[in-house]
T-cell receptor, first 109, second 114 residues
Framework: TQLLEQSPQFLSIQEGENLTVYCNSS?????LQWYRQEPGEGPVLLVT?????EVKKLKRLTFQFGDARKDSSLHITAAQPGDTGLYLC?????????FGTGTRLQVFP | DAMVIQNPRYQVTQFGKPVTLSCSQT?????MYWYQQKSSQAPKLLFH???????NEADTPDNFQSRRPNTSFCFLDIRSPGLGDAAMYLC?????????????FGPGTRLLVL
């Protein structure tokens, strides 16, 4: 069974702080996606990483795919209240995604 | 804009009273998914359709059924809702072409069981 563990599970920080969310598995994935979900809404895709070692940047968000394609990280620089939400990593399986356990981020002004 | 639409956004039902949630898409994707999501947890896949081929997850209760009459529409039927079925239900679509299968999610239907 493919599992994706995210850490931390919960994170509460002040505006302006930096943070990193980790997504780890013992399985290799052909690609990995990160989603953000705001309360009462569906998850929205932030990025897809495909190549081992790949780094992608989306404004203040930096995503990295591990060299062995088993893990990934999301780093947010100078967090803002608008970054608040549930962050989900998801590995690509056959016709379905394997979701991580989720990280709930709260950024206080 | 092309999108995934779920109706209603909020649904209240009574214990044991059948309820149907609907999903439509304008993306013309051939794969459609239904997920159950409880508070602060990751979405849990219930089943998915690849075209008309139905794929049930092994741990999805028999109480949950689905119909996909055409490419655009998919329904989730809960035959006898229990209190534990109160959750957000998410519909998603993807295209089974290409190597990376991005899923596009609808806004969800929040189900309350009284």
């Amino acid at each position: 069974t493919q599992l994706l563990e995210q850490s931390p599970q919960f994170l509460s920080i002040q505006e302006g702080e930096n943070l990193t969310v980790y997504c780890n598995s013992s399985s290799v994935f052909s690609s990995l996606q990160w989603y953000r979900q705001e309360p009462g809404e569906g998850p929205v895709l932030l990025v897809t990483v495909v190549t081992g070692g790949e780094v992608k940047k989306l404004k203040r968000l930096t995503f990295q795919f591990g060299d062995a394609r088993k893990d990934s990280s999301l780093h947010i620089t100078a967090a803002q209240p608008g970054d608040t939400g549930l962050y989900l990593c998801a590995g690509a399986g056959t016709d379905k995604l394997i979701f991580g356990t989720g990280t709930r981020l709260q950024v206080f002004p | 804009d092309a999108m995934v639409i779920q109706n209603p956004r909020y649904q209240v039902t009574q214990f044991g009273k059948p309820v149907t949630l609907s999903c439509s898409q304008t993306l013309n994707h051939n794969v459609m998914y239904w997920y159950q999501q409880k508070s602060s947890q990751a979405p849990k896949l219930l089943f998915h359709y690849y075209d008309k081929d139905f794929n049930n997850e092994a741990d999805t209760p028999d109480n949950f059924q689905s119909r996909r009459p055409n490419t655009s529409f998919c329904f989730l039927d809960i035959r006898s809702p229990g209190l534990g079925d109160a959750a957000m239900y998410l519909c998603a679509t993807s295209s089974r072409t290409g190597g990376v299968k991005t899923q596009y999610f609808g806004p969800g239907t929040r189900l309350l069981v009284l």
